[in-house]
């Protein structure tokens, strides 16, 4: 009985068919496909393999009995070192394994180790992409709310030298999560957003970025959608009413900030937009996937950046996409424990437009760096109940209960990865509908 209830709430943490194929079509795209043999579940790899390259093994998994039990996961190691992956409960079909660190250490000989799950052995696929070039790049790094460039990007923008990090929202809205102690909605949201304003602010000063390349637009949480769609919509707070976009634009300190113009609407946001890629000339922009991330502020964040691209009428450089709400497939994904890789999403949606997939690779020390990060971003963090003690017990209780039940949707557990993942796209291929209707 208690294994029946195990298995349907294991199935009930998806809302797509598990046993599908991961389905990508590599056609025209930048990649190199190598054929191999899997052998025993050994893989040797080509004696001269060019590094610099996000590699993936295309693989047929299938889970075993009690992988729809316990979470499915693969251990590969090259016999130095041990890299861990994780599909979702009773996982089948084609998958996708990341092994970009081992091709890159020059690893020849990986084994591929299944705990509640088995692969295929035969005939598979090495894809491979060149990984984008950031040396002497200049990286702008958009985030739609406070702490998105750190759920994403921390380890690539803390790693490189020359960036900007810019966030469009206060995050004024979303839990009422200091309820005790501020009970009145507007004062809490007021708060709240003066707070993830100022966490914007600073948190990426702990990546090495400079206060001058730091900056927040000002405009309100959970309303780009509606600013989009109406162009004469001037925004005010979800919870507080207020439109006068000094209220948190204000907090700003770098010079950018005095270019900064207009009122609370979705002209003013291309403008700004229009500004800063014009003052900052980035390289490469690392912005929100409108396809893969569901969250409206990240969708519409890219669509804004995509007109104001093209009002400047701008045809060089590289974006490097991300995605921190897949809700399509659930706020659960990426899978597993921290520390783990992240390799090719599901596919419930069909494949995504892309030129090249970028991993980057993050050290422990790194993930370390960015658990610190992540923790002075105060949305992620538990609420101030703890000051009481029956409500830090439900707190505890609520807690440990999503780690069993598999519900777990911290970010101290999806982002905390040994890799950041990213889909390239050509900022030409913007200019062309077919690719942008599929982007």
Not at 262 to 272: A, F, P, V
Not at 341 to 362: A, D, E, V, W
């Amino acid at each position: 009985m208690v294994l029946c209830f195990i298995y349907f709430s294991r199935a009930a943490l998806y809302n797509y068919d598990v046993t599908a194929d991961h389905v990508y079509d590599f056609t025209n795209k930048q990649a190199t496909i190598t054929s191999l043999v899997l052998k025993s579940s050994t893989l040797k790899l080509p004696q001269k393999i060019p590094t610099r390259r996000s590699s993936f093994l295309k693989v047929r998994v299938n889970s075993t009995l009690m992988g729809n039990i316990y979470r499915p996961f693969f251990e590969i190691s090259d016999g130095i070192s041990t890299e861990v992956e994780y599909f979702e409960h009773g996982a089948a079909g084609i998958r996708y394994l990341n092994i970009s660190k081992f091709v890159e250490n020059g690893a020849t000989d990986l084994d591929i180790n299944g705990y509640n799950v088995s692969v295929i052995n035969g005939p598979v696929e090495l894809i491979q992409f060149d990984n984008v070039n950031l040396e002497g790049k200049r990286v702008l790094v958009l985030a739609p709310h406070p702490d998105d460039a750190e759920i994403a990007a921390f380890g690539l923008y803390s790693q490189h030298e020359d960036v900007y990090v810019v966030t469009i929202t206060s995050g004024d809205a979303g839990s009422f999560l200091y309820d005790e102690i501020y009970n009145d909605p507007i004062i809490h949201y007021l708060k709240k957003g003066e707070a993830r304003t100022w966490n914007s602010l600073t948190v990426p000063m702990l990546g090495g970025v400079h206060p001058e390349k730091i900056l927040n637009l000002g405009f309100n949480d959970a309303r780009l959608k509606k600013m989009a769609t109406d162009r004469g919509y001037v925004a005010s707070g979800l919870y507080t009413g207020v439109s006068d976009i000094s209220t948190f634009r204000k907090q700003n300190s770098s010079s950018l900030a005095q270019g900064l113009k207009g009122i609370n609407n979705w002209d003013s946001l291309i403008e700004n937009f229009i500004y800063l890629l014009n003052e900052i000339e980035p390289d490469v922009i690392v912005t929100p996937s409108p396809k893969l991330d569901m969250h409206s502020d990240h969708q519409y964040t890219t669509h804004a950046l995509v007109e104001a691209l093209k009002k400047i009428n701008k045809h060089d450089g590289t974006l490097l996409l991300y995605s921190n709400h897949q809700v399509v497939f659930n706020e659960r994904f990426p899978y597993g424990e921290a520390g783990a890789t992240i390799s090719l999403p599901p596919t419930p949606r069909g494949s995504n437009y892309f030129s090249r997939i970028y991993s980057h690779p993050m050290t422990v020390e790194q993930q370390k760096s960015k658990i610190f990060a992540l923790d002075a971003m105060n949305d992620l963090r538990l609420g101030t109940d703890f000051r009481f003690p029956l409500m830090a017990f439900t707190q505890a209780f609520q807690t440990l209960w999503f780690d069993i039940s598999g519900k777990n949707e911290s970010y101290f557990r999806r982002a905390i990865r040994s890799n950041e993942f990213f889909f390239m796209v050509d900022i030409e291929d913007i200019y062309d509908q077919t690719k942008l209707a599929e982007l």
